[in-house]
């Protein structure tokens, strides 16, 4: 299997998490601050091209009642641009409360504060990876019930 890449996209960051190879865990790698559109693309396509994935999964930040706002359509337009600038798929996740569960984390592990705004993004992006992979595996079922390729 490949790795998949999640991100978690905000006007200033963009929060970076990889898969293992088995797409079980996900694990945080980067925060990578935004600077322009073209540069948004181009960076998160040699993420991409590092990790050689075929899909990125990202969070879509719906509101809590599910309702895609002003800052979903902004993700959605982003998305759109990495589809045809890193010739990747793209598959959303929703995000509800990943930042709070991200800032909870963090304070569990006693970080000061200005350590846990600096990784605050990337874990959210580990926690919408997660989410994903385990959203997967749990549609999929176990590897073990999957039929054989055999006939």
Not at 1 to 30: F, K, N, P, Y
Not at 74 to 80: C, G, N, S, T, Y
Request: charged share 25%.
């Amino acid at each position: 299997m490949a790795r998949v890449v999640g991100l978690d996209v905000g006007d200033r960051t963009i929060g970076i998490a990889v898969s293992d190879d088995e797409q079980i865990l996900a694990q945080g790698v980067r925060v990578l601050r935004r600077t322009s559109h073209d540069a948004d693309v181009k960076a998160v396509a040699g993420i991409v091209r590092q990790y050689q994935t075929q899909l990125l999964v990202v969070g879509l930040p719906r509101s809590l009642k599910g309702a895609v706002g002003p800052q979903a359509e902004k993700v959605l337009a982003f998305a759109r641009a990495l589809e045809e600038g890193c010739a990747v798929s793209v598959a959303f996740w929703d995000e509800r409360l990943s930042t709070r569960a991200a800032e909870r984390s963090l304070q569990e592990a006693e970080l000061p504060p200005r350590r846990r705004r600096a990784l605050v993004d990337q874990v959210a992006a580990t926690v919408i990876l997660q989410g994903f992979l385990d959203g997967q595996r749990a549609r999929l079922g176990s590897i073990d019930a999957q039929p054989s390729d055999e006939a």
